[in-house]
Structure formats: structure tokens, C-alpha cells
């Protein structure tokens, strides 16, 4: 069993930048072991993934954040720094973990960002 807990969500300005983090709780050894992954929901849409890191590093990112996002990990943690935000980014942000490229095995409650000025 692995438990999930995201934070760093708020309100934040078109164009400013927030850093999401998600902990991750369970057997050290399956963690590093596994991917991790941003998603996100905005009202009346469907969840979507935004960016996932494998337990090799590599990286995938929705088209709608390239090059404005990035994720990283740690040993138990996952960050997502997101920069020039926009309203269009304002979503309920989960983080989850699993053993393939699109992690969904282990959620998080969810935190919420918004872009407004």
C-alpha cells in the first residue's frame, strides 16, 4: 500500500509560477521503482495526464504544458514547477504512481490550483 499527499496548490496571476509537491508513502524499494505522474481535472472536463517521470528519468508532458512545465522526483517525492501559468491550467492537481508509463495504480487526494487574476 502507498499513500499520496500533494501540496503547494493556491491562487496565482496569469504568467506567475507555483511548485507542486506530492510525498509518497510506502516501501522505499517499489517506489524508486516505479513512475510517477502529474494529471489534472478542470471543472466539467475529463481527467487528463499532464507529465509522468519513470523511475529511469525520462519524461512526458501533455502537449498543452511543454516546455512551461517540469517534473521531478527524489527518493519518496514528486515536484511539478509550473511557470507562466495560464486560466486554462486551473484544474484539481492529483499526483499518482504505478509501475507503467501512464501511473494510476496510487492517487493523491488532490490540490487545487488556480490561475486568475
Known amino acids: 500500500q502507498m499513500q499520496l499527499e500533494e501540496s503547494g496548490g493556491g491562487l496565482v496571476q496569469p504568467g506567475g509560477s507555483l511548485k507542486l509537491s506530492c510525498v509518497i508513502s510506502?516501501?522505499?524499494?517499489?517506489?524508486?521503482?516505479?513512475?510517477m505522474g502529474w494529471y489534472r481535472q478542470a471543472p466539467g472536463k475529463q481527467r487528463e495526464m499532464v507529465a509522468v517521470?519513470?523511475?529511469?528519468?525520462v519524461t512526458n508532458y501533455a502537449d498543452s504544458v511543454q516546455g512551461r512545465f517540469t517534473i521531478s522526483r527524489d527518493s519518496r517525492t514528486t515536484y511539478l514547477q509550473m511557470e507562466r501559468l495560464k486560466p486554462d491550467d486551473t484544474a484539481v492537481y492529483y499526483c499518482?504512481?504505478?509501475?507503467?508509463?501512464?501511473?494510476?495504480?496510487?492517487w493523491g487526494q488532490g490540490t487545487q490550483v488556480t490561475v486568475s487574476s
Open positions: 517521470i519513470t523511475k529511469d528519468g
Open positions: 510506502g516501501n522505499i524499494f517499489i517506489i524508486k521503482a516505479i513512475s
Open positions: 499518482a504512481v504505478g509501475p507503467t508509463l501512464k501511473p494510476s495504480t496510487y
